[in-house]
Structure formats: C-alpha cells, structure tokens
C-alpha cells in the first residue's frame, strides 16, 4: 500500500507507541499534517510545508505531556508558581522541542526521506521577536529551566502580532521595519478561545455604601477589551514534563459594536475593533519618547488583568479559603513592567471578594516576588500620576492608600528621619506627580532580588537603601543564569559532541559536570580537537558574513564580538574607538606585527534613541573606511550585523574569541551574554561589573581581561569632578582618534556628521566614563591580542572558561528561586 494514502497514514498513526517514535512515524504524522492539517498535497510539500508539518506532529506531542503534566500537578496539589513578564524572546521553538523530545535523530532521518536536511528545514521558522533583549531572553531561559525541574509553572505574557522590529542598516544607518513574525503562520500555539477574560480601562470610580454599610467602589463606563489565552508549551529536557507559556491576544469586547450599525456607521465598528486589538498589536520599544506611553501602560494592565483572572479562576477550582491564597500561589514579577498586579490583586479582593482591607494586603504581601534588574536611577519605572488616573482610575486610588498605609508605618518606625518619606513614598511628589514602580513592587512583595552578587548589593547600598532599612528580611541575591541546552547543545552541536563524547552526557542538566574537562586542558590532543571545532565554527560565520555582508574576513583572525542591544552605557563607542586606534597603528607602520583581527557588531537601538543610532552610524562609516583601505588588507576587519536576535546569536557564540562586556562599571545589572559567550568557549574582555565579577571568581583572572574603574572608583571621580578633556589632552592616540571622527575623516561628504558624539564625550561630560578608561582597555586588548598568538595557551583559557561555567546554568537559578523565595517542589 502507498504509505502517503489517508488509509496507511491513518494506519501508522494508531499503532505509533508514545514511547517509541521511529522515524517512519515521524514521517507518517508529517505527511499526516501537510494533507489533513495544511490540505496540501503530500506527495510532493515543499519546505515551508513540511516545516509547518513537522511543528504540528511535534505539537501533538507537546500537548499529550502537558496533559499529563497538568494531571500531575492538580493531583500533587502542588503549590504553582506564576512568572509574569512583558517580555519572552524564546528564540526558534523546532531545534529546541527536537533535542527536549529526543526525536532530533528521528527528524533528520524523517526528512531525509523526504528530500530535506533538518537545517534546510529550520531555516523556514520565524522567530518571534516578543522581547528587547536580554530581559525577555532570561525569561525563556527560565522557563526552560522550569520544565527541566518539573516546577509546577505557568509563563505570562502578551502575543504581540508585530514583535520588536526588524532592523536594516541602509547607508550605514539603521532602519526600522514591521517584525511580522506571523505570516507564516503560528504552529506552536494553540489559541483558547474558551479562555477570554474581560480587561477594563478609562471610566470613573462610583463609591457607594451598600446595606451592610461597607464602603464600596465601582468602575463606570469605560471601554472593555477582551484578552484571548495562546499557549506556547515549553518542554522539560527528555523528562516527559511540559509548562506552557499563556501569552494574551487582544480581541474587541464584541466584534462590532450595534451601536454604530444602528447610526449606519460600519467603518466606525470597524475602527472600535482595531482599537480594540491594537494593544497586543507590537511590542512597543522601551525608550524614552513620550510616544505610545499610553499604549505601554495599557499593555502592562492588559497582560496583568488577564492573567489574574486566569490565577483566580484557577485557584476557584480548589473550593478553598482565600486566607490559603499565598500558600498555594506566588506571583512572580519580572521587573516592574507587571507591578500593577499589585493593586490589582487589591481590588480583586477588597471590591469584588470584599475582603477588609487588612486581610487582603496580608494576602497581597505574601503572594508577589519581585526581580530588580535595573542598576540606572533614571530607568527606574515610574508613570505620570495623570496618565495613570486616566487609564486605571480604580487602580490609582488603590496606591493612594496603599501608601498612606506603608508611610504611616515608616513614620512611626523612623521617627526621626522626617525626610525618609519623601524618598520612600510610591508617589514622587514635585510639579508633576509620577507613581514609582519600584516602590509599589518593593512594598507589596515579600522577596526583592537582584540578579548578579554585585547588583544586589547595589540595590541595598544606594538604589534601594531606604527600603532595605526598612525591609532588610526582604532582599537577596539570585545571580542569572543561561539554558545549557540552547546555549551549548542547540547553538554549538560539534563542540557539544566533542564535550560528550569526553565527559557523558549529565552536562546537560547539571552544568557543572564540565567542571571534569579541566584535566583536558592540559591534554595537547584535546586541545588541537577543541581549536579544530571552534576554526570550523568561524568558517561557518565567515561564510554566513561573506553572503550577508559580501566581506571576506579571515577565519584565523581574532573574531572580537560586541553584540547587544545597543545603549551608551554598554559603551560600543569605545569599542569603536580602539579599532581606529589599530587602524591608525597599521597606516603608521603596516609591518608592526599586528595581530590580524575581525570586530564583529551587532544590535538593536531603540527607533528613539538619537545617539545610540547614531553610534550604528558611526560603527558602519568606520567600518566602510577601514574595509577599503588596501593598506590595512586582511589585517583589520569591522562588520556589523543587522536585525541581531537569537538566531543570529547562535550564530555568533560558537564562532567568538574575544567577547566584549565593557559596560561602565557599576552599570549592569548582570548580563547573560557574557555568560553565554564563556559556555562557549569565548574570552571575556570585561569591566568590573554585573556577573562579569562572579565569572571572574569562577573562572579565574587569568583566563579573563578586565579592565577599568571600579564602580565605587567610577562614583568617586564623578564627586571629585570629572574632566574627561584631561584625557584628551594628555592621550596622543585618543586625541588623534577623537580628532578624526569630529573631522570628517570617515565623513568626508559631511564632515560635520559625527561632531555631536565627540562633543558629548569632551563637552558635555562624558557620563559613561569612555575616556576615563580608554587607556586601560587599549592595554587590555594589547594583552589579549599577545595572548592569542599562543594558540596553545589560548586554547587552554577557552576550555576553561567552558569548564567553570557550571554556576552560571538557569537550573541552578531556578532551583535557587523555588527553594529561596517561592517554597515549591518538583513535581
């Protein structure tokens, strides 16, 4: 019989065994999918079809766990854990639901009878571009960390149709375009149109006594939006549990509003319902234009009124006292994006459950968790009182007495310190009152974290010292961590195999077993084996450059790698800074021996951030100067990447030497990319700042190049008062550099066009510290350049920096999360 016929397909489908997924089944499901699923002809799909096919035969998979997953939890009774986040970057779900399920075997032999290569396969996925950056990336790191402990936890966050936008770079200059990551589809997901909770804004606030003479509160009028559940699952590594990340699609509280059809208005229902559904629409950057404010905080409510509803709904099903509440719930908030959960959490209990006040802040207190991973004052949180009343004037009120409350307990508790509650309070009083984010998130959790060691004592000497005073039981540490699985196993499969076939395989979940390659350091053999994998993962990107830039780089060269979301802090100026010093060094003397080197850039800037787009600018001019100039040759290379995200991230990782994590001291909170650059092999060139410190204890300083002032050393010089044109002066290099750029040298059709970066740096203060640490970082990557003409000696720092990375997996985070802070067990 014809194995694409229904009756075979049908057939294969009811005898394949759960247990047992031989690649003829895998076949079997997927031409299953391209004819009944997609209505495609099956004898001859193409690749998108197929790839669509494979996501739904895996999907099928996914729910069959997370049915079971779900059993497990409702009969444990297990205490649940709800991570809220505006943001997830998860990245491409296919190589990751493969190597989880343990079917990547079984899928490469499946497609290969079909006429493809699983890599072909995966380059059809779009990735869904949920997140900024970092923020969101740790969330999915997380979440997959919560499936590897079989943690009894749900993700909560908004499907945006139009995820963080697509950047082109055109005329060295970057450009924003729609991230329409849905047009191919979402196979993933599974739409719950049966779960859809009604969201309120605007209106006005009714008090009114009732016949039991409570005081109570209404909301009138206003506008509803409904919130729509989308499941993503998330599957633990080979251990048959699966979370599912709850995402909210926005959707009009009726698809066309009668009203406007009885005034013979179509276009204006048309237009309620777009409204309506443009709150899910984009993930609005996080800068600081005062553009789409409003729709930003309405997002915020959005993804915290639903979920609510969904935890409460949820909780209902057990029949038990709300007193019980915190002890089967903690609601975990990543940053203060979803802190007006807090108050809604209040109103929730004291206007709809009408519990007394006291009784529902007791619950309140003792549900949320907070994670801090803001170091600069000024990006702290906060929304203008007038907007906030606007939009949720219910929730408004709710603060007010929230702080009137918490400030009558502070003034009775530091009498003497009348000062102390203007600094504390959640409102900032002044000409324009703003609601503090922070303060309302620190009041009403019972857990405030940092995220590296270095942070979290940051946030208790100076960003939130008052608090600490006045909540020292509240405040740790849990230091970020990666997913081993992605970040290694997935991105860097040959170097991977090479760490396996060494060391077997527990690696995968319990990352300090690479501690056991420290004795191949020393191993020649070894050593030839681990710099044969990583010359072959900088062909591949040599490759991929060459096709997407048309620049042709040595792979043998120092592959020097900045790649973030770019911010003045994370100082890409004064990477770029020491690459016109090298080149200045090679047009001086071209025989001056100096070690041949690609500088690889990559990231985002938000569409309003004048000068971090400006420095993209610079970095391409720059770029484009040195790359056709035949003195310089194969000697120095700068390419910059456009629309960098985690698919070009697993790209660069494996293919990286040098990695650059020069944010001013004091500055970062913690940063994971540094993290996962090390896992793989990598050298960080770093200040003394966020995790780069406790990298440095576990890795050793000898196998890292830091450089720079220290964080307190940063603060005294800005009290000393800093002159950064003292380091103009007295730096010939440096001044040479600044010299040329606020000259037009590589702007010769406008030799004025990068004047206000230099100018910001000689006259206008120079706030992160690029001067003041130039000459230290020139030295240090002096340094690193001499240290790799020893390719035996840089080979033993690589293995190493892999090797020590075991603290530094998001298992051990999670699992310090769940035992710390949210008092849940495995199930």
């Known amino acids: 019989m014809d194995s694409t016929t229904p009756e075979a397909l049908a057939g294969m489908r009811e005898t394949a065994s759960p247990a047992t997924l031989p690649a003829d089944t895998l076949k079997a499901d997927i031409l299953w999918h391209v004819l009944y699923s997609l209505g495609r002809d099956n004898e001859r799909p193409d690749r998108q079809t197929v790839f669509r096919a494979l996501a739904l035969a895996l999907r099928d998979r996914l729910v069959e766990k997370w049915i079971a997953s779900q059993r497990a939890i409702y009969a444990k009774s297990s205490k649940r854990v709800y991570y809220l ?18 079917l990547e075997k079984e899928a490469r032999d499946a497609l290969t009878e079909l006429g493809f290569t699983l890599d072909d396969v995966a380059g059809e996925e779009w990735e869904p571009g949920l997140g900024n950056g970092g923020l969101g990336r740790l969330a999915s790191c997380y979440l997959d960390s919560m499936a590897a402990l079989r943690l009894p936890a749900y993700g909560y966050g908004i499907r945006y149709a139009f995820g963080i936008f697509h950047q082109l770079i055109r005329d060295g200059q970057q450009v924003e375009r729609a991230d329409n990551w849905l047009r191919g589809g979402q196979h993933w997901e599974f739409e719950r149109t049966h779960y859809m909770h009604p969201v309120r804004f605007y209106g006005s606030v009714r008090e009114w006594v009732d016949e039991q003479g409570r005081l109570r509160h209404t909301l009138e009028g206003g506008s509803t939006v409904m919130a729509m559940a989308c499941d993503m699952f998330i599957p633990g590594y080979r251990n048959d549990y699966v979370l599912n990340m709850r995402l909210w699609a926005a959707k009009s509280s009726r698809e066309f509003e009668f009203s406007f059809f009885n005034t013979g208005d179509y276009i204006g229902a048309v237009e309620k319902k777009i409204r309506d559904e443009n709150i899910s629409m984009v993930l609005y950057p996080n800068d600081e234009a005062p553009e789409g404010k409003e729709l930003r905080l309405k997002q915020q409510f959005f993804l915290v009124s639903a979920t609510m509803q969904d935890i409460v709904r949820r909780f209902r ?117 703003f609601v503090r984010m922070s303060h309302l998130a620190i009041v009403g959790s019972f857990s405030v974290n940092g995220v590296s060691a270095h942070h979290s004592n940051i946030i208790k000497e100076s960003i939130f010292n008052e608090f600490y005073k006045i909540f020292p039981e509240r405040f740790n540490n849990k230091t970020n961590g990666i997913t081993p699985r992605r970040w290694l196993r997935q991105c860097n499969p040959t170097l991977a195999w090479l760490i396996t076939e060494h060391i077997g395989t527990e690696w995968l979940t319990d990352l300090e077993q690479l501690k056991k390659l420290e004795p191949y350091a020393e191993s020649a053999g070894f050593q030839k084996a681990w710099m044969e994998v990583r010359l072959r ?92 100039d035949p003195r310089v040759g194969d000697m120095l290379k700068v390419v910059f ?94 001044r040479e550099v600044l010299d040329m750029i606020s000259g037009g040298y590589f702007s010769p059709g406008d030799p004025h066009m990068f004047r206000d970066i230099v100018e910001s740096l000689l006259n206008h203060g120079d706030r992160y510290m690029v001067l003041a640490d130039f000459r230290s970082y020139a030295y240090r990557q002096q340094d690193a350049a001499r240290a790799y003409l020893d390719q035996p000696g840089w080979a033993r720092r690589s293995m190493l920096n892999t090797a020590r990375m075991g603290f530094f997996s998001s298992d051990r985070s999670m699992g310090e999360y769940a035992r710390d802070i949210w008092g849940v067990e495995g199930v």
């Open 85 to 102: 986040s505006l943001e997830f970057l998860p990245g491409p779900f296919l190589r990751q639901n493969l190597i989880a399920l343990g």
């Open 317 to 433: 099903k057990k029949g038990v006292a709300w007193d019980q509440f915190p002890r089967k719930n903690v609601i975990h908030l990543n940053e203060t994006h979803p802190a007006v959960a807090i108050p809604e959490l209040m109103r929730l209990l004291v206007d709809e459950e009408l519990l007394p006040w006291e009784e529902a802040w007791y619950i309140c207190v003792r549900t949320f968790a907070y994670t801090n991973h803001t170091v600069l004052p000024e990006a702290l949180e906060v929304w203008p009182e007038e907007l906030f009343r606007k939009v949720l004037p219910r929730h408004l009120q709710i603060i007010y007495e929230i702080n009137r409350r918490f400030l009558h307990d502070v003034r009775r508790q530091f009498p003497h310190d009348p000062g102390l509650l203007a600094r504390v309070s959640l409102i900032h009083e002044g000409e324009q009152r």
């Open 537 to 628: 993962n900088k062909q591949k990107l040599a490759e991929y450059i060459h096709a997407k830039n048309g620049i042709t780089i040595l792979p043998e060269s120092l592959y020097d790698v900045h790649v973030k979301r770019f911010h003045e802090y994370k100082r890409q100026l004064l990477n770029i800074l020491h690459v016109i010093t090298l080149y200045n060094r090679i047009r001086r003397d071209p025989d001056a021996g100096i070690v041949p080197r690609t500088f690889i850039f990559g990231g985002k800037a938000a569409p309003g951030y004048y000068m971090a787009k400006h420095i993209i600018q610079l970095i391409n001019a720059v770029g484009y100067t040195i790359n056709t």
């Open 641 to 734: 990447l456009q629309n960098y995200c985690v698919t070009l991230a697993e790209r660069i990782m494996p293919a990286t030497d040098l990695s650059e994590q020069i944010s001013t001291a004091g500055m970062e909170a913690s940063g994971t990319g540094n993290m996962k650059f090390a896992l793989n092999g990598a050298i960080t060139i770093g200040t003394h700042d966020g995790a780069n410190i406790e990298m440095l204890e576990h890795v050793g300083d000898e196998n890292l190049f830091l450089f720079g002032l220290l964080s307190h050393e940063v603060e005294d010089l800005r009290r000393q008062g800093y002159n950064p044109r003292t380091f103009y002066e007295t730096d010939s290099e440096l």
